[in-house]
């Protein structure tokens, strides 16, 4: 069985249907890399994971739980976290305050305590700038930031929002060795992403999205020799 499933998903933003009739599934353990053009609906599709957005027809069924219609912290609850595009950490507080918020479903105290320890351990930068404002971090530190917070909630499923957007080549290299040690942990994991070839490299499977429809899915390894996915994304 699927951790996350959607089946016939249709998600309307701002009064356009944003996503069609979409089906994807990821399993525990995984990877899983959504691609696509700008627009193509890829961030809508994490938002209605999230629940941030409604979706219009469909069904989302988490770890075999229906959570179509379940509030964002319900989700959060049962397992799901999301670092969003942009980053969006609260600036004005501390980087261990945003650590400490990314755990607000939990009232362990002690786990919370040796979470953040770990944390610092993935990030240690993170560690140099605890008692610093996150809105004075670097971009690359502000994406690791994120991460980490999301992160804190201890999920089964993390979801990753254009984790290199805007970000330096050696910065976007340390970013997804991070992803990488992650997933080396357990962690599972759907990436949206701009960098299709690097998204790839580091996933299982792939799902290309266009026009808020999949079309094509499979290993991401055959995408990467695949020459209508090379002459769309990889500029083959």
Do not use: C, W
């Given at each position: 069985?699927?951790?996350?499933?959607?089946?016939?998903?249709?998600?309307?933003?701002?009064?356009?249907q944003?996503?069609?009739?979409?089906?994807?599934?990821?399993?525990?353990?995984?990877?899983?890399?959504?691609?696509?053009?700008?627009?193509?609906?890829?961030?809508?599709t994490?938002?209605?994971?999230?629940?941030?957005?409604?979706?219009?027809?469909?069904?989302?069924?988490?770890?075999?739980?229906d959570?179509?219609?379940?509030?964002?912290?319900?989700?959060?609850?049962?397992?799901?976290?999301?670092?969003?595009?942009?980053?969006?950490?609260l600036?004005?507080?501390?980087?261990?305050?945003n650590?400490?918020?990314g755990?607000?479903?939990?009232?362990?105290?002690?786990?919370?305590k040796?979470d953040i320890?770990?944390?610092?351990q993935?990030?240690?930068?993170?560690?140099?700038?605890?008692?610093q404002?996150?809105g004075?971090?670097?971009?690359?530190?502000?994406?690791m930031?994120?991460?980490a917070?999301?992160?804190m909630?201890?999920p089964?499923?993390?979801?990753?929002?254009?984790?290199?957007?805007?970000?330096?080549?050696?910065?976007?290299?340390?970013?997804?060795?991070?992803?990488?040690?992650?997933?080396?942990?357990?962690?599972?994991?759907?990436?949206v992403e701009?960098?299709?070839?690097?998204?790839m490299?580091?996933?299982?499977?792939?799902?290309?999205?266009?026009?808020?429809?999949?079309?094509?899915?499979?290993?991401?390894e055959?995408?990467?020799?695949?020459?209508?996915?090379?002459?769309?994304?990889?500029?083959?």
């Amino acid at each position: 069985m699927a951790l996350l499933e959607l089946k016939n998903l249709s998600i309307n933003y701002g009064g356009i249907q944003a996503v069609r009739n979409l089906d994807l599934e990821v399993n525990a353990g995984e990877v899983v890399t959504l691609i696509g053009a700008n627009g193509a609906g890829k961030s809508t599709t994490l938002r209605a994971v999230s629940r941030l957005l409604k979706a219009r027809e469909g069904n989302i069924h988490f770890d075999g739980r229906d959570i179509t219609r379940l509030t964002p912290d319900a989700v959060v609850r049962l397992g799901i976290a999301q670092s969003p595009e942009g980053r969006q950490v609260l600036a004005r507080q501390s980087v261990l305050d945003n650590l400490e918020l990314g755990a607000f479903v939990r009232n362990d105290r002690a786990g919370i305590k040796d979470d953040i320890a770990k944390m610092f351990q993935l990030f240690p930068r993170l560690e140099e700038r605890k008692h610093q404002s996150a809105g004075t971090l670097s971009g690359g530190e502000q994406q690791m930031l994120a991460i980490a917070r999301a992160m804190m909630s201890r999920p089964k499923l993390l979801m990753l929002d254009e984790p290199s957007l805007g970000l330096a080549p050696l910065i976007v290299l340390e970013i997804f060795s991070i992803i990488r040690n992650l997933h080396a942990e357990g962690v599972t994991i759907l990436l949206v992403e701009q960098n299709a070839k690097l998204a790839m490299q580091h996933s299982d499977r792939t799902y290309v999205l266009e026009a808020g429809q999949i079309t094509f899915s499979g290993r991401s390894e055959e995408f990467l020799s695949d020459e209508r996915v090379q002459h769309a994304y990889l500029g083959g």
